[in-house]
């Protein structure tokens, strides 16, 4: 059986998000930092009889770009929110970006909201880490109200955890019985899910 996911990558700039989408692809570190105003890679999977097609959208971490952005969001299946563990702003400017992403969503009148991963990444330079996994993980919980959400810390430069967070798009990410109650609530009225946003 054939499978189709558009994903795509967001976050403040230089938190890794080519980073982590090069090692997937092509098993490589990136050496010097360029920033991307956007690329787009296609990757392709067996599994279990099943062949998964994968069509990585890499956005710019320059807020300039929101608007080319947005359109991504519409046709997603699921949403890589990157920050850096390191850099506690790339957690708080992230946390409003997603909730302005959510808004976006909710208001576009899709049947099904995109999962949502949360990825800490850099994740080895434990001594200068600067947002807990803890609170990444209150995050989620929020998240986890309105739609589906998962979340990695990885390290794009030793490669820990980014298969993991890879094979997610394989598996799918698990719905609570309190989101999929919000599901069909949204198909009615999204007012409910949008009074949620307001805990971000």
């Known amino acids: 059986m054939e499978h189709y996911s558009t994903i795509t990558f967001v976050g403040q700039m230089n938190v890794g998000k080519t980073a982590l989408i090069r090692r997937f692809m092509y098993g490589e570190t990136i050496s010097n930092y360029e920033p991307t105003i956007e690329d787009i890679y296609n990757k392709t999977l067996e599994h279990e009889n099943n062949t998964f097609h994968f069509?990585?959208?890499?956005?710019?971490?320059?807020?300039?770009?929101?608007?080319?952005?947005?359109?991504?969001?519409?046709?997603?299946?699921?949403?890589?929110?990157?920050?850096?563990?390191?850099?506690?702003?790339?957690?708080?400017?992230?946390?409003?970006?997603?909730k302005q992403i959510l808004s976006i969503l909710l208001s576009s009148g899709r049947e099904t909201m995109p999962s949502i991963i949360l990825v800490g990444n850099k994740c080895d330079l434990k001594?200068?880490?600067?947002?807990?996994?803890?609170?990444?993980?209150?995050?989620?919980?929020?998240?986890?109200?309105?739609?589906?959400?998962?979340?990695?810390?990885?390290?794009?430069?030793?490669?820990?955890?980014?298969?993991?967070?890879?094979?997610?798009?394989?598996?799918?990410?698990?719905?609570?019985?309190?989101?999929?109650?919000?599901?069909?609530?949204?198909?009615?009225?999204?007012?409910?899910?949008?009074?949620?946003?307001?805990?971000?």
Not at 61 to 78: I, R, T
Not at 145 to 172: H, K, M
């Open 55 to 98: 069509r990585l959208i890499d956005t710019s971490g320059d807020s300039q770009f929101n608007v080319l952005k947005e359109v991504h969001y519409a046709e997603s299946d699921y949403i890589v929110f990157v920050y850096s563990v390191n850099n506690k702003n790339s957690f708080i400017q992230g946390k409003r970006d997603l």
């Open 127 to 200: 001594k200068q880490r600067k947002v807990s996994a803890l609170e990444a993980q209150n995050l989620v919980s929020l998240i986890s109200s309105i739609c589906p959400c998962a979340f990695f810390e990885t390290s794009a430069l030793y490669n820990v955890q980014v298969n993991d967070l890879f094979n997610i798009f394989i598996t799918g990410v698990p719905e609570t019985k309190k989101n999929m109650l919000n599901q069909q609530l949204n198909n009615v009225n999204h007012n409910v899910s949008l009074i949620q946003l307001n805990n971000f």
